[in-house]
Structures are given as structure tokens and as C-alpha cells.
Nanobody, 114 residues
Framework: QGHLVESGGGLVQPGGSLRLSCAAP????????MAWHRQTPGKEREFVAT????????YYADSVKGRFTISRDNAKNTVYLQMNSLKPEDTAVYYC???????WGQGIRVTVPS
């Protein structure tokens, strides 16, 4: 189906912001719901947010609701995750992908020191 590539991660102080981007092949992008998940060492990968193909519908994990915003630009074949008011517990590797498939990126690390 194609190669998803995340970018925009890094180190940010508590309370700061980052915007993650996920570039996807154009032949698949606008047809699919996209999602962000995250994983920390020793824990299972967890859901963060999802957005419908049109961008109309979004859904968030309770832990990020009100702080994170998922969006997409179908003209650019890109999905974003704006992360505000970051906390140390947001530290993880973040993955974008198509739910229910094996089509996920390699992940990008976000670190919020305590």
C-alpha cells in the first residue's frame, strides 16, 4: 500500500508543543481513516487519535483530549498531530498508520523530560 513517514519529533520541555507530520503515498491517502498511536518501553502500543478520510470526524484518547489535535491535508497527502501542553507521560515513540492494517510508519520519538 505504500510507505508512511513520520517527522517532527524531538525533545520538548513540559508545557511545550510539537507538531508531528506523516507523509503518505497519494494513491492511498484520502481513501482511508488515519490514526496516531504511541508506545513506551515495556508497554503496549496505545491509541492516540484518529481522523476520517474527509477529515470531518476525529476521535481522541482521553489522555490527550483537549491537548492534541489531529488533522489532515489531502492535497498534500499528509496527516498531522499538533501536541500542546506536553507532559512527561507523553514521552513515547509515535506512529501513524491505517487502522486495521499493517501499514504503519517506522515511528518518531517524542521526549518530554520530567
Amino acid at each position: 500500500q505504500g510507505h508512511l513517514v513520520e517527522s517532527g519529533g524531538g525533545l520538548v520541555q513540559p508545557g511545550g508543543s510539537l507538531r508531528l507530520s506523516c507523509a503518505a503515498p497519494g494513491n492511498i491517502f484520502s481513501s482511508y481513516t488515519m490514526a496516531w498511536h504511541r508506545q513506551t518501553p515495556g508497554k503496549e502500543r496505545e491509541f492516540v487519535a484518529t481522523i476520517s478520510g474527509s477529515g470531518t470526524n476525529t476521535y481522541y484518547a482521553d489522555s490527550v483530549k483537549g491537548r492534541f489535535t489531529i488533522s489532515r491535508d489531502n492535497a498534500k497527502n499528509t496527516v498531522y498531530l499538533q501536541m500542546n501542553s506536553l507532559k512527561p507521560e507523553d514521552t513515547a515513540v509515535y506512529y501513524c498508520g491505517i487502522p486495521g492494517t499493517t501499514n504503519w510508519g517506522q515511528g518518531i520519538r517524542v521526549t518530554v523530560p520530567s
